[in-house]
């Protein structure tokens, strides 16, 4: 069951009542707005009750990062960009059209990108439209990597996660997130170079991130620290 309830502190507080859950589990949607993970019999009064026996807790809790769209906007990515234009010529409809390397994302003159669920489609148009220029400009980039370290993957896909953005599969093939895309290049190498550890390390072990360091240069953990603190463009 889903459903919300209202807080003097926090607003509005999406509410996802589990079937098996026994304990409440809070998290931040990407909207902003706290979702609440309860057990399927809660009342809302059990609700109301458990906010306010975690409310030190969800004070603590860091909010998502916030994303602002606009018309004009330029978001470089990794060896192109996109452009946010109001002349859709589908009234109601968001449309994307790449030229050579820019992608011109075409949105209605009256649509409200400080609307999550707006912003949240115009973000989603931007990441299907990158899976075109990951296959032109990253999997070759990817094979250069690879090639540079005397690497011979069985192969490079191109995936669609968002949050996962490499993957090493059991057959040797690398799959890397369209997303990367919105990556600076220094990331985007990191992350193909960890998959290519995977390719002798299935693992996180000490091994393996000792791999990933001497592939890195060194610099590892720096460029995990730098991709844990990444802020996306759009909305994830």
Known sequence: MKGYIEDKEFGKIYVQLRRGMTSVRFTYHADGHLLMRAPLQSTVSDLLHMVDANREGLRKLGRPATVE?????????????????????????????????????????????????????????????????????????????????GLKPAGFEIGRGMRKLGHCTTKKVIQLSRNLMFLPEPLVRYIICHELAHLTHMNHSQQFHALCDQYTGGHEKELERQLRQFHYPILK
Not at 98 to 114: G, M, R
Not at 117 to 128: K, L, P
Request: hydrophobic share 40%; net charge negative.
């Open 69 to 149: 769209l606009h018309v004009g906007q330029v978001i470089e990515c990794f060896r192109c960009k996109a452009v946010i234009e109001a002349n859709s010529p589908r009234p109601g409809y968001v449309q994307t059209q790449w030229e050579e390397d820019t992608l011109h994302v075409q949105i209605p003159e009256n649509a409200d990108l400080t609307d999550y669920r707006t912003a949240r489609v115009v973000s989603n148009m931007i990441s299907q439209a990158m899976e075109y220029m990951a296959v032109k400009v990253l999997l070759p980039f990817a094979r250069e990597v690879a090639d540079g370290l």
